[in-house]
């Protein structure tokens, strides 16, 4: 009997030490149903190329006349998402996530939050340790044959496609369930299609490009008000039909609030050179003021009438230039 004892007292130990282990290893799993700040972002993209002020594009637009479908110039989605969250001691942390957005990480209290997408190339982004400073601007970008349209202005490479959106107060608090928040990644950077339709002469054009001057030189990533400095856009050309054409992306018109302005301040002036079949360069230069205007961010820009003459073009000489023989015009991309 006594044996028998041992041996069930011996049993029911070894069990408690067998229960008590899958107990532990159970609490190892505790986080996952503890509580905590759990923010898990929904981001909602915007793909917008322009918004209506003085014209309606969006219902008025001409295929024929255009040779392109409106929705051909809407942007894709972006691949990524960098978000801000600046928190009350004045600090902030960065995170990135993808374009379906996921959990973002923080800590309990009050925060302003700040998202834009993080796949850009060409745009610099400036004075982060704020959202209320933060900003996006695009490289420098020189032309040596280029003549100034705006004295002083920065020349400057069209932006990539940017989305941005601001949280100015958002509570974080410890919970059991995770947290749902919408955001609406806006666009930042509007699309122009530019055109340059020509009365004569376009047979002897071979390679053409152009400027955009007057425009935003940057952008706040919060509520997208452009900057007070304007920039000039360098940009090359596609000869067509009707003379040549480009689409010009750009942060819009400068000092521009889009929750109370309707229409483009300031002058605004667009450019074109031609290198001809004889070697020789032309330049066109417009006021283009009243259409960008009344288009501050994005539309449609026409100048219309541009003429090459035969003495121009140097007609009878004999040598004709190809882009393959006298090569690309070289810019350089720089940094600020």
């Not at 942390?93 to 923080?106: D, V």
């Amino acid at each position: 009997m006594r044996r028998r004892t041992v041996y069930i007292l011996s049993l029911l130990l070894c069990s408690g030490i067998i229960l008590a282990g899958c107990r532990k290893d159970l609490c190892y799993d505790h986080d996952i149903h503890g509580l905590k700040v759990r923010t898990v972002l929904y981001p909602q993209w915007e793909l917008e190329w322009e918004y209506e002020h003085g014209i309606d594009w969006d219902t008025q637009w001409d295929s024929e006349q255009f040779l392109h479908e409106y929705e051909e110039f809407t942007p894709e989605q972006a691949t990524g998402i960098a978000a801000f969250v600046y928190h009350e001691d004045g600090t902030n942390t960065e995170n990135h996530l993808p374009a379906e957005g996921g959990e973002l990480p923080m800590s309990e209290g009050e925060k302003s939050l700040l998202f834009y997408n993080d796949d850009t190339r060409y745009i610099l982004f400036g004075d982060m340790s704020s959202s209320a400073t933060a900003t996006a601007t695009t490289r420098t970008r020189t032309r040596s044959t280029f003549a100034e349209l705006h004295a002083g202005e920065r020349t400057v490479n069209a932006p990539d496609v940017l989305f941005g959106e601001w949280i100015e107060e958002h509570h974080a608090e410890v919970t059991a369930e995770p947290v749902p928040l919408s955001i609406n990644m806006q666009p930042l950077v509007y699309t122009y299609l530019v055109r340059y339709e020509f009365e004569s002469g376009l047979e002897h054009v071979a390679v053409a490009r152009g400027a955009l001057a007057g425009m935003a030189e940057s952008v706040y990533l919060r509520g997208g008000v452009t900057g007070n400095e304007s920039a000039t856009i360098l940009f090359d050309c596609t000869l067509t039909d009707f003379g040549a054409e480009a689409v010009v992306t750009s942060f819009g018109v400068p000092d521009f609030n889009p929750q109370s302005d309707n229409e483009g301040k300031g002058s605004f002036g667009m450019s074109l050179e031609v290198r001809m079949n004889n070697g020789e360069f032309k330049t066109f230069e417009f006021d283009v003021t009243e259409q960008v205007a009344k288009q501050p961010r994005g539309g449609v820009i026409t100048v219309s009438g541009l003429e090459i003459s035969d003495g121009e073009a140097g007609t009878g000489s004999g040598f004709e230039v190809t882009v393959e023989g006298w090569g690309e015009f070289q810019d350089i991309v720089l940094p600020l």
